[in-house]
């Protein structure tokens, strides 16, 4: 698909400097721009290359005036970066413009579904599933009984929603996710075996909720397990039965929560953490990466280390910690030093 600078400008609303009609049909960085490509120059540090690249259009702030010859055309706007995420976002509602049903796929007959639906290959929807308008269910999704999938949400190939599961608006699930696979719930008995905790909650998304690729949520044993709105799950998470993850918290890759933990809202989570179940973490709250959360954590705090403690502490600790080979040899000679004396 092409696009004119006059076409793009017009989405900015921008101003076109040079030709109007010249055409693009993808997108690049601005230093390995080719002929037919867009880019855009937000950071001073890569002007230079405006002079240089090959893109046939580039987006730039109003205040950028060329000091040499160029042979880009520009788009001029308030703010080159937001125009251009602007841009990809408009790009990517095209590319993923998708509408219908495709065949083979299974849809049960008491399912129901709104306006404008996509529905790829081999995909199965079970018994009394609803879908809202605009969702994309793209090949080899898998939604069981009873789910159930508010408007303008979309699944990737290969993810599968277990039944009973409440996905709201504006959600993005990406490949290969488990939504509402049984908690790890089981007790042992006189024979020291293991016996299954029937798990017989659900899993609830609120609206706009980001999955990752890869990452798993599993249902309540009773109730739900919740993440509310907002919240951004990077890929290869897995979310453990009757935790809650507050609005707008983000979760790096491969974090662990354990279940029954609450998270607050607006929280960052680094990527490889850990967490353990049964504990409160409060809103606000920043943990760095590789960090082990073994208590409650109060609002606001900023945490690091396993277990973790507080990141100003946890740097001031480590400054010593790297420098113990060298306390040990001193302390050695020292003790050395007094015993020949």
């Known amino acids: 698909m092409k696009f004119t600078a006059e076409q793009i400008a017009g989405i900015l609303e921008g101003e076109v400097v040079g030709n109007p009609n010249v055409e693009v049909s993808t997108l690049s960085k601005i230093e390995e721009g080719i002929e037919g490509a867009l880019t855009f120059l937000a950071n001073p540090k890569y002007t230079s290359y405006i002079y240089t690249t090959k893109a046939s259009i580039t987006i730039v702030n ?4 060329p000091e040499h010859d160029i042979n880009t055309t520009l788009i001029k706007v308030n703010d080159a970066y937001k125009a ?16 219908g049903i495709e065949q083979p796929s299974f849809i049960s007959n008491s399912a129901k579904h709104g306006e404008h639906i996509y529905i790829g290959a081999f995909t199965y929807i079970g018994e009394n599933v609803k879908l809202g308008d605009n969702v994309k269910l793209f090949p080899n999704t898998y939604i069981g009984d009873n789910v159930t999938i508010g408007n303008n949400t979309t699944i990737f190939a290969g993810s599968k929603v277990y039944s009973d599961c409440i996905i709201g608006n504006d959600c993005v699930i990406h490949s290969g996710c488990v939504i509402g696979a049984d908690g790890f719930g089981f007790a042992p008995n006189e024979l020291g075996e293991y016996e299954k905790v029937p798990q017989i909650g659900n899993v609830i998304l609120e609206d706009f909720v980001d999955i990752g690729a ?10 739900s397990t919740i993440v509310r709105r907002g919240v951004k799950l990077d890929n290869q998470i897995q979310i453990a039965h009757n935790v809650e993850i507050g609005k707008n918290t983000v979760i790096a890759a491969q ?58 502490d946890f740097s001031k600790s480590y400054v010593h910690f790297k420098n113990l080979p060298k306390l040990v040899k001193e302390l050695n000679e020292i003790e050395k030093n007094n015993g020949d004396s």
């Open 62 to 65: 109003n205040t950028f005036k």
């Open 84 to 99: 251009f995420s602007k841009l990809l976002e408009f790009y990517n509602s095209v590319k993923l413009s998708k509408e």
């Open 214 to 223: 890869g990452t798993t949520i599993d249902r309540a044993t009773l109730g």
């Open 255 to 312: 974090t662990g929560i354990a279940g029954s933990t609450k998270i607050g809202e607006n929280c960052q989570i680094g990527g490889q953490v850990g967490i353990v179940g049964h504990i409160t973490i409060g809103n606000h709250v920043k943990i760095q990466a590789q960090s082990g959360i073994n208590r409650n954590i109060k609002d606001y705090e900023v945490l690091q280390g396993s277990p973790a403690f507080n990141l100003g």
